[in-house]
């Protein structure tokens, strides 16, 4: 049996999905490196995969993937090299799979298919790092007032800024329908509140009500910080369109071992 081998094809698939591998391998792993590198370490692992087509012999490939690895991401450190080496034989495996989808279900041209699995591996990546961000900037917030307790969940934004005028306290954010679940009907009538000046939700500038509680415990996996007699700012409306929080917290709210005193 014999199979025609267009070696004018097959050098311009493996460039550009080698260029591809390179570049998410790059992107995962964090390291910056220059285009021109990284389609120079394409052309390297191409000709040596030519080659063990050729050869007939596999071990070609895993040795053109460690030289290729050590040449790219020469001049960082021996640790780094070995460990962007083996990133970079984990995408390919994930892309080789991705790829033999397309290719045995769909059967689409191969530049088609390499080019849709490395968008999907990106897109995979980019979503795995959203999701690890969201972790880290999201906590549990256990609100006491009162002998009543309630548990919010929280977005911890270093953008809010927003400070007691008189006191320079810190203050959170919490939707007023969920403040008042903790507060009672009609609080503000035995308990008063603050006036809290603002300029970034929803409007140019505008004032919340602002309210002392008597305590409030951040949890955030096995760490939980607790302070007391904090204030609110009660927000009239949803802080986030999907519901994923309803508190957003000050920088200051999650400083560990920072405590501060009741007015």
């Not at 094809?9 to 998410?24: A, M, T, V």
Request: aromatic share 12%; glycine share 10%; charged share 20%.
């Amino acid at each position: 049996m014999y199979y025609e081998f267009y070696i004018d094809q097959f050098f311009l698939e493996h460039l550009l999905i080698g260029y591809l591998l390179l570049r998410l391998t790059a992107k995962i792993g964090r390291q910056t490196i220059s285009w021109k590198r990284l389609l120079g370490g394409s052309f390297i692992n191409t000709v040596l995969m030519l080659l063990a087509v050729l050869a007939g012999n596999f071990w070609w490939y895993l040795v053109g993937m460690v030289l290729v690895g050590s040449w790219v991401f020469r001049g960082k450190s021996r640790r780094t090299i070995a460990g962007q080496t083996g990133l970079l034989f984990f995408v390919t495996v994930c892309f080789g799979g991705a790829m033999e989808a397309l290719l045995v279900l769909w059967r689409v041209p191969v530049l088609i298919a390499g080019a849709v699995a490395a968008v999907y591996l990106e897109w995979a990546q980019r979503s795995h790092e959203k999701q690890k961000l969201d972790l880290v900037r999201m906590a549990q917030v256990e609100l006491t007032f009162r002998g009543k307790c309630i548990t919010v969940a929280a977005l911890i934004d270093t953008g809010n800024q927003l400070t007691e005028p008189l006191t320079g306290k810190p203050v959170s954010i919490i939707e007023e329908k969920t403040a008042c679940s903790l507060l009672g009907e009609h609080w503000e009538k035995h308990r008063g509140f603050y006036l809290i000046p603002y300029h970034s939700i929803g409007k140019n500038k505008g004032w919340m009500r602002g309210v002392t509680i008597d305590g409030m415990t951040i949890m955030r996996g096995e760490a939980r910080e607790s302070f007391s007699n904090p204030i609110l700012a009660l927000y009239d409306g949803r802080l986030s369109a999907k519901k994923q929080y309803g508190m957003i917290l000050h920088p200051q709210h999650t400083v560990p071992g920072r405590k501060e005193g009741g007015m």
